[in-house]
Antibody, heavy 118, light 111 residues
Framework: EIQLQQSGPELVKPGASVKVSCKASGYSFTDYNMYWVKQSHGKSLEWIGYIDPYNGGTSYNQKFKGKATLTVDKSSSTAFMHLNSLTSEDSAVYYC???????????WGQGTTLTVSS | DIVLTQSPASLAVSLGQRATISCRASESVDSYGNSFMHWYQQKPGQPPKLLIYRASNLESGIPARFSGSGSRTDFTLTINPVEADDVATYYCQQSNEDPYTFGGGTKLEIK
């Protein structure tokens, strides 16, 4: 069974950083890009970027360049998203999702809720 | 960036009737003979679920009540007949050009 298991909710102070993880299982981790998507409360979805686990290549939405950094650990089949200089605007649910441009995003993690508050 | 405009923002449909959701792109999302438009269903507290990929291909395990059509800039998701379990918000997404943008969503309710 294919699963993407994300790390738990985070409560962090403004100005801090956070690292969200997404552990993949049930498929060959390096065969599919891993995407990250932001959903602010009650809002639509925003594409943050993706990483190719095979070679570490990345592509970012210009809006999130400098805010998000995507990495992977192939040995543990885990993708990471580091978010820095957090503000209240970064409070949202963040999803990882497997896929590519041909097949859409076919498997999603359960989401990680990030709350930025003093 | 390619802007995706969904309409309506919300709709109420009777059980057993047809629901039609539109997604219009600010520029063509077609390349190499494919339309890179996908549709998702999201229920409260859950991640999105892929329904349709590349405009008209039904994802495995998705009921045939769901169908997609369209090309270039105009796309449609149809649910026929609507069932109670279909209450959700539906999103279109394009993957023809970075960034892979999403539509604003359409909330489906039962009348």
């Amino acid at each position: 069974e294919i699963q993407l298991q994300q790390s738990g909710p985070e409560l962090v102070k403004p100005g801090a950083s956070v690292k969200v993880s997404c552990k993949a299982s049930g498929y060959s981790f390096t065969d599919y890009n891993m995407y990250w998507v932001k959903q602010s409360h009650g809002k639509s979805l925003e594409w943050i970027g993706y990483i190719d686990p095979y070679n570490g290549g990345t592509s970012y939405n210009q809006k999130f360049k400098g805010k998000a950094t995507l990495t992977v650990d192939k040995s543990s089949s885990t993708a990471f998203m580091h978010l820095n200089s957090l503000t209240s605007e970064d409070s949202a649910v963040y999803y990882c999702a497997r896929g590519g441009n041909y097949r859409g995003l076919d498997y999603w993690g359960q989401g990680t809720t990030l709350t930025v508050s003093s | 960036d390619i802007v995706l405009t969904q309409s309506p923002a919300s709709l109420a449909v009777s059980l057993g009737q047809r629901a039609t959701i539109s997604c219009r792109a600010s520029e063509s999302v077609d390349s190499y003979g494919n339309s890179f438009m996908h549709w998702y269903q999201q229920k409260p507290g859950q991640p999105p679920k892929l329904l349709i990929y590349r405009a008209s291909n039904l994802e495995s395990g998705i009921p045939a009540r769901f169908s997609g059509s369209g090309s270039r800039t105009d796309f449609t998701l149809t649910i026929n007949p609507v069932e109670a379990d279909d209450v959700a918000t539906y999103y279109c997404q394009q993957s023809n050009e970075d960034p892979y943008t999403f539509g604003g969503g359409t909330k489906l309710e039962i009348k």
